[in-house]
């Protein structure tokens, strides 16, 4: 069992919960993530390593109440157990010293960005992140990334924090008036597919994390393949990073309506 150690509210819906997995904390890498699950009968749920401290034996979470399963995850409290938690999975992050990495996020996909953006800073990239959310309540880490970032840009789509606008005017900004070596991307599919095709547009190599479908997490049910370049992958063990130009962002939001 996976003690709950803290428990804090980013808004209504999303929660960050700081877990004990001793193993996992010391193993785990940016672009790493768990699977979980809460109760005997509980469903699997695939959850991104926001962050990880070896010392303490403890793992980082973030969790967008959006079912049943989800919303008895952010139901726990501090002393409350974890049935299960199953990592590090998926393969880590490459990073290297691109030169300008820019790094944006949506919404709760802001969470597994922090250890990734973190990493190309510490690689002696220069890192600008740009954060969106429908409204300031979905803008979360915001002290984080500006911790590890050069330069941070905020956009909502109605305007109450930083520039109003979608996540691809801030992209764009940054690309017009600097030179950008690599960009990653994570949030919502339909997020991804604009900055793919924006960055495509300034032949700017782009990196997505997908948020497919997973039952088991181990490539043996098939539920998280994606086409990326005309050829089926599984997100589970051979993502969830992708080149973000050949994935089809389409199939990948058909499969999640589903």
């Given at each position: 069992m996976?003690?709950?150690?803290?428990?804090e509210?980013f808004s209504e819906?999303?929660?960050k919960?700081?877990v004990?997995a001793p193993l996992?904390a010391?193993a785990?890498r940016?672009?790493h993530f768990?699977?979980?699950?809460?109760?005997e009968?509980?469903?699997?749920i695939?959850?991104?390593?926001?962050?990880?401290?070896?010392q303490a034996?403890t793992?980082t979470l973030v969790?967008?109440a959006?079912?049943v399963s989800?919303?008895?995850?952010?139901?726990?409290?501090?002393?409350?157990?974890?049935?299960d938690v199953?990592g590090?999975?998926?393969q880590a992050?490459h990073?290297?010293?691109?030169?300008t990495?820019?790094?944006c996020?949506g919404?709760v996909?802001?969470?597994?960005?922090?250890p990734?953006?973190?990493?190309m800073?510490a690689a002696?990239?220069?890192?600008v992140s740009?954060?969106?959310g429908r409204?300031k309540?979905?803008?979360?880490?915001?002290?984080?990334?500006r911790a590890?970032s050069?330069?941070?840009?905020i956009?909502?789509?109605?305007?109450?924090y930083?520039?109003k606008?979608?996540?691809t005017?801030?992209?764009?900004q940054?690309?017009?008036?600097?030179?950008?070596?690599?960009?990653?991307?994570?949030?919502p599919a339909?997020?991804?597919?604009?900055?793919a095709?924006?960055t495509?547009k300034?032949n700017?190599?782009?990196?997505?994390?997908l948020?497919?479908?997973m039952v088991?997490?181990?490539?043996?049910c098939?539920a998280c393949?994606v086409?990326?370049?005309?050829?089926?992958r599984f997100?589970c063990?051979?993502?969830p990073?992708?080149?973000?130009h050949?994935?089809d962002?389409?199939?990948l939001?058909m499969?999640?309506k589903?």
């Amino acid at each position: 069992m996976n003690k709950v150690v803290s428990k804090e509210k980013f808004s209504e819906n999303v929660t960050k919960l700081v877990v004990e997995a001793p193993l996992i904390a010391r193993a785990r890498r940016a672009g790493h993530f768990v699977i979980v699950r809460s109760g005997e009968n509980g469903e699997r749920i695939p959850l991104t390593i926001a962050d990880a401290d070896p010392q303490a034996g403890t793992i980082t979470l973030v969790i967008q109440a959006v079912g049943v399963s989800t919303r008895k995850l952010c139901a726990l409290e501090p002393g409350d157990s974890l049935t299960d938690v199953v990592g590090p999975l998926g393969q880590a992050t490459h990073i290297e010293k691109y030169g300008t990495v820019l790094c944006c996020g949506g919404g709760v996909g802001v969470a597994p960005l922090l250890p990734i953006l973190r990493a190309m800073k510490a690689a002696g990239n220069r890192v600008v992140s740009v954060l969106a959310g429908r409204t300031k309540d979905l803008i979360i880490l915001e002290d984080e990334v500006r911790a590890s970032s050069d330069d941070v840009i905020i956009m909502t789509d109605d305007g109450s924090y930083g520039q109003k606008g979608l996540v691809t005017v801030g992209v764009e900004q940054v690309i017009k008036r600097e030179h950008v070596d690599y960009c990653v991307t994570i949030g919502p599919a339909v997020m991804m597919k604009f900055v793919a095709l924006l960055t495509k547009k300034y032949n700017v190599p782009t990196e997505a994390s997908l948020n497919a479908i997973m039952v088991d997490g181990t490539g043996m049910c098939g539920a998280c393949r994606v086409t990326v370049g005309g050829k089926t992958r599984f997100v589970c063990v051979e993502g969830p990073e992708f080149n973000a130009h050949e994935v089809d962002f389409d199939e990948l939001m058909m499969r999640l309506k589903a």
